[in-house]
């Protein structure tokens, strides 16, 4: 009865014309697509609120890694142990310094918006030696002495205004204390992640192998890891240390606003813009204001020169390093990156420029026009035909 039945099956699919048989396959394919992209679709959406949070989760422990390698082979391998004190060493090196900068910050808003709203805002008014600069003394001395005697009507006159600037100057204190708080709920999952490093990098290591094959995979997999941490270390790591020096600095100094300017010195450290734009300014306000005798403003400004020009030799050491990739392609993928996305963009779009760069340079080295031992064996191929003809 089997055997009939098999027998009347395969009658029926050979008397079915061609375009349905055909057909069915194709339609499965297309319904198996369209069931895995929409999972993909849903998996996106319900991940989506985590999503910022596991991007800078993941960059903080691929360029910590080694460091808790480190510590965990001195701890006896116990990587639970080594990631509770790269935790700790990290929120007494990096968020305590942040939010003591994050706290300057805020009150320099908040006293700045009481001072308009009150309408006690004012400028001091400059010293005479300020007219004897060289090329510029006598303008800045012009325009000061008039910010001095206008500002109060100035201010006077945008007071209709005053609810806006409150309003956006809160929302950015409060956007830079989401931006800490995200920080630290980072380094904590970053902490968790290293402890199952191992596990963690061998599926990498074998989703690279099963887009890339299993030469080309792994050398992408140790070119992703070690950009990540060129550009963690090179671009947000010597501009997070420099910002960190200087607002450090303008607050040993007595510089009003040093959170202001040392969020200032970040973003223009990101940029790839020197901190001497604001640096030097603070050292003019130095000399300037007649608060500080001669010793103690020689010694503030050249802390501030030190700490305004550190880039220029940590970012040589750090910047491309340990990577296969020459810097200024790196340099143009991250401020590309973060042209377009933002810091994060910074490490995707370094990462992908630094990718695209190997797999660019790996088809012109592997291409048959540059191999002469496959331009003589074409040429004997050739030879071969054409006497057979």
Known sequence: MEAVRRVASVT??????????????????????????????LCYQIFSPFLSLAVWSIILAVTLYPL????????????????????????????????????????????????????????????ESVQKWPLVGKKIYGGWSKAHSDLPAFVQSMQPKIGDLAGKA?????????????????????????????????????????????????????????????VALGVIGVAFMQAVLVGLALLLAGVPAAGVLAVIVL???????????????????????????????????????VVGLADNVLKPLMLGRGVDVPMPVMLLGALGGMASGGIVGMFVGATLFALGHQIFMGWVTESPDSDPAGLQNEAAEVAHVAAKT
């Open 170 to 230: 809160l929302a950015m204190v409060a956007g830079l204390a989401k931006t800490l708080l995200l920080f630290l709920a980072s380094f904590i999952v970053a902490g968790i992640l290293m402890a199952y490093g191992e596990p963690a990098a061998g599926t990498s290591r074998g989703i690279f192998t099963r887009v890339a094959g299993p030469t080309r995979g792994e050398a992408f997999f140790k070119l992703t890891t070690s950009t990540i941490r060129a």
């Open 267 to 305: 973003v223009l450290a990101i940029a790839q813009l020197p901190a001497v734009i604001v640096t030097l300014p603070a050292i003019i306000y130095i000399w300037s204001s007649g608060q500080y005798s001669t010793t103690a403003a020689i010694t503030h400004t050249i802390i501030l020169l």
């Open 68 to 127: 808790h390698q480190r510590l965990a082979a001195r701890l006896g391998r116990k990587q639970w142990l080594a990631s509770t004190f790269v935790i700790i060493i990290g929120l007494l090196l990096i968020v305590i310094p942040v939010a003591w900068l994050v706290n300057s910050f805020a009150d320099t808003t908040r006293n700045f918006i009481g001072a308009v709203q009150q309408n006690t805002l004012q400028i001091p008014p400059p010293r």
């Open 12 to 41: 029926s699919a050979a008397t079915e014309p061609p375009e349905t048989r055909a057909s069915t396959p194709l339609m499965d394919v297309l319904i198996r697509i369209t069931l895995i992209g929409a999972l993909a679709v």
